[in-house]
């Protein structure tokens, strides 16, 4: 059972339901997506460099450490999609697809379904180029530190820039999980060569405690959990991931398995891209009569946080 990945269709955190369709929030969103220092450079980043890993068993903890991170990474981007699909939901319904040729990034309703891309806030495509896999486990490390470093720096920019209740409560979460891996990294580094990680940047010191997202999460205490996303591996992050955390002097504690997460939300269709048709009923009907057919019970069986049934009332953070 190794080399494998398990998936559970759980998102990270809970996101609040569609409300407000922010098509010009949602685009800044999308740096978090397919930028330079967006989820799926860190995923990228990360996975490449396990995949080419070197004398592993010799590193075993430096291993374990960047194969795990790339498995919660793999997660967060499906949650930066699962915030754009949000805000995009009511943009392209039948009828309103017109009063989206002023925007920026056309392409999400002409080309896709009103749904997130693997592109930047300006529309350009992610890249591979992106990727940094050198093989030196020192400098793979450093990279990976200034990686999460920067993206936190992006974060907390899009949090500005941002109101939607849906980014806010992504950026509230990825902000908090980015502490966590940049922490890990300098861990990493200070364990295997010695240097002082945490007073080479001195920035971006971002005081988590005074944003509202966030509080929940260290109330929780993500911030100082590394999660162990397999049932049997990757044990030797605890070599690592020890300490007291470096902000607030508290134990670092590695935790067995993914975090509870929440139940996404179904996104309504969206007709007017054909997302997931013209006629969603028809597909719906289709599915009813298969899943009949081959035994299973009438109903939908995955699980939802709501109906499917459109647009929620708007929320309130
Ligand atoms: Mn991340
Ligand atoms: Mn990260």
């Known amino acids: 059972m190794t080399h494998m990945i398990l998936r559970i269709e759980r998102i990270g955190t809970e996101l609040p339901p569609p ?3 922010d098509p010009a929030g949602a685009a800044a969103v999308q740096e978090l997506m397919g930028g330079r220092y967006g989820e799926m450079s860190t995923f990228m980043n990360y996975t490449f460099q396990s995949f080419n890993f070197r004398g592993r068993q010799g590193a075993r903890p430096f291993y374990d450490l960047v194969a795990n991170i790339a498995t919660e990474e793999f997660g967060h981007i499906e949650l930066v999609a699962a915030t754009i699909n949000g805000m995009l939901t009511g943009t392209a319904e039948d009828g309103s697809l017109s009063a989206m040729k002023g925007e920026d990034l056309k ?13 930047d806030a300006h529309g350009r495509a992610w890249t591979g180029d992106n990727v940094f896999a050198s093989g030196d486990l ?3 490390l450093t990279h990976n530190y200034f990686l999460e470093t920067h993206a936190r720096n992006n974060k907390l920019k899009v949090y500005e820039m941002v109101e939607h209740p849906a980014a806010r409560a992504l950026t509230g979460y990825l902000l908090v999980r980015g502490g966590v891996h940049q922490v890990a990294y300098a861990r990493a580094l200070e364990h295997l060569t010695g240097a002082n990680m945490s ?4 920035s971006p010191r971002i005081p988590t405690d005074r ?3 966030c509080r929940p999460h260290l ?3 993500s911030h100082k959990i590394l999660y162990r996303f397999s049932p ?18 508290e134990e670092l504690v590695v935790e067995q398995g993914p975090p509870e997460g929440a139940l996404p939300h179904d996104m309504p269709p ?7 048709d013209y006629a969603p009923e028809e597909i719906a009907e289709i599915s009813r009569k298969l899943r009949v057919a081959a035994g299973l019970p009438e109903e939908p069986t995955g699980e939802v946080a709501n109906d499917g049934g459109g647009m929620v009332e708007k929320v309130t953070p």
């Open 138 to 140: 020192v400098e793979d």
């Open 270 to 276: 969206q007709t007017a891209t054909f997302a997931p």
């Open 211 to 213: 944003i509202p997202e």
């Open 107 to 119: 392409q999400r309703w002409i080309h896709g379904g009103a749904g997130a891309l693997p592109q």
């Open 219 to 221: 109330d929780a205490g």
């Open 199 to 202: 007073k080479l940047f001195p």
């Open 19 to 21: 409300s407000d369709p």
């Open 232 to 249: 049997s591996d990757y044990q030797e992050l605890a070599a690592v991931w020890n300490g007291p955390h470096p902000e607030t002097g």
